[in-house]
């Protein structure tokens, strides 16, 4: 538990300490934010903060910080660490970065931001990848939620029932106004999730379990593929996702001040963090004690498994409910905000207004019937959905690159300490350019060999960026001459 205590507590210093300072990197002011001067009783809608705050942190906190956190866990303490300075140096740096740069350029969304500093060809090719995540996010956001209400209820309410009610309810909060069901429901749901993630928090100081220190190793048996790339993509959410990126502009939308970026964007990252080590932390003492797989049917422990377990057990019955209501509620608001990303990314690159409900369904027709297919698809077989997931969660880190990369590029331009992204940037291209390599569903190419092209590919990043700051330096000095 020592390591666990000295890992909540750095991410607790981490918001005040780093996040201040990355506040006054970005420097908030004063000025009129898009709520207020682009007001369309849609999409643009001055919010109060703690509502804003709760929205926010339920969109980003997908299957992620609890279904990722608990197979990142398999890592063993590594989890820990990287969850804690994942969190702190490059997911809520991303996190703020993309919300701020939102409220700044009139509440664009993340293409539209990232084509503003890597160029109009990069906007096209974001433009079309981030619209595939949002779909995909959209599909495999259903499933599991489905089943376990499924679990709940009657057998006639089956997964296929739920699946059909939550993609209903994907329709309403993705046409309609974002204050009219997003902002009453949601911050009920978060609750839910902070109720359950301080439930578990307490009850692992009450049981005191014999917690792996990271001094005595930072491997576990209960994982045989390599810590690297294989952590930074599982726990994803946890630490840095690039789906945070597209979920930020839409309460940019809602905010009536620049200087309540921190604890909104930063806050929400390092709440979700929070939530991610203590997930990560239950499920090291559960694989401690069940192993990774059920004694009874001989099958390996799902996410799912792991988390209703641990909250039926731990949490009574009441809590258990409560927190199973947290654990469905935030893949499910993940999923609509997704689509609701998904629309108005669409509408900015055909700029489409969006006060008009007609022009909503223009765009959220075709939107619906890709998603259906995606799940339809994931339902065929038992590895479509496996499938589906890894490559949504090689798209999602993916996504944070091409983030990343645009923010340097900002801090660049507006002489900022640009270290402060360009760090986390090679390092998330060397860990999405590794996994792509070595993952089963990518190349599946030794080790070694997918190290290789992994820095190979990061060094080209690098070169690239160093010829691209000092031509970006000398055109600085010539316009100031």
């Known amino acids: 538990m020592i390591t666990f205590t000295i890992a909540l507590v750095v991410l607790i210093l981490g918001y005040w300490l780093y996040g201040s300072y990355i506040n006054r990197v970005f ?3 004063d000025r009129q934010t898009p709520a ?8 643009y809608i001055p919010l109060p903060n703690w509502k804003i705050f709760m929205i926010q942190f339920l969109n980003i906190a997908g299957l992620g910080p609890i279904f990722g956190a608990i197979m990142g866990a398999q890592f063993g303490t590594a989890s820990y ?3 804690v300075f994942g969190t702190i140096f490059a997911g809520a740096v991303h996190d703020f970065f993309s919300g701020a740069l939102s409220i700044r350029n009139g509440g664009e969304s993340l293409p539209e931001i990232v084509g503003r500093y890597l160029g109009v060809r990069t906007k096209k090719v974001m433009t079309i990848f981030t ?5 995909l996010v959209g599909a495999v956001f259903v499933s599991g939620p489905a089943e376990l209400i499924a679990g709940m209820t009657p057998d006639w309410m089956d997964a296929y029932f739920w699946i059909a009610v939550i993609f209903i309810y994907y329709v309403l909060a993705t046409l309609l106004p974002v204050d009219k069901i997003i902002g009453k429901v949601y911050p009920l749901f978060a609750f839910a999730l902070l109720f359950m993630a301080v439930g578990v928090l307490v009850m692992l100081y009450i049981k005191s379990p014999d917690l792996p220190e990271m001094w005595n190793g930072f491997g576990t048996k209960y994982e045989a593929n390599p810590i690297f790339p294989m952590m930074f993509i599982s726990i994803a959410c946890g630490a840095i996702s690039g789906f945070h990126a597209t979920q930020s502009p839409l309460m940019a939308r809602c905010m009536r001040s620049e200087r309540h970026c921190r604890p909104i964007f930063y806050g929400a990252m390092v709440a979700e963090g929070a939530v991610a080590l203590i997930w990560a932390a239950a499920a090291t003492y559960f694989f401690h004690e069940n192993g990774v797989i059920d004694a009874e049917t001989g099958k390996a422990f799902s996410g799912a498994a792991v988390a209703t377990r641990i909250s039926n057990e731990w949490l009574g019955t009441l809590g258990g409910i409560l927190a199973i209501l947290g654990i469905v509620a935030a893949p499910i608001t993940s999923g609509d905000t997704a689509l609701r990303s998904a629309r108005l990314i669409a509408a900015d690159f055909l700029h489409i207004d969006q006060k008009p409900v007609s022009k ?9 019937l890709l998603t259906i297919a995606v799940l339809v698809y994931s339902l065929s077989d038992a590895e479509g959905f496996k499938i589906i997931w890894r490559y949504f969660a090689w798209c999602n880190q993916t996504l944070s690159v091409f983030t990343l990369w645009a923010i340097t590029v900002y801090l660049v331009r507006h ?15 060397l860990v999405c350019s590794s996994y792509i390599c070595i993952a089963p569903e990518g190349l599946s190419l030794p080790q070694p060999i997918a190290y290789a092209i992994g820095g190979i590919c990061t060094i080209i990043a690098l070169i690239w960026f160093i010829r691209w700051h000092r031509k970006e330096v000398r055109e600085m000095r010539m316009k100031k001459e």
């Open 131 to 135: 619209m595939i995540l949002m779909i």
């Open 81 to 83: 660490l990287w969850i």
């Open 415 to 429: 002489g900022k300490n640009y270290y402060i992204t360009l760090l986390p940037a090679l390092l998330m291209t």
């Open 36 to 43: 207020l001067t682009k007001a369309d009783g849609v999409d």
């Open 360 to 368: 909503r369904l223009l765009i959220c027709i075709p939107l619906f």
């Open 27 to 29: 420097g908030p002011d």
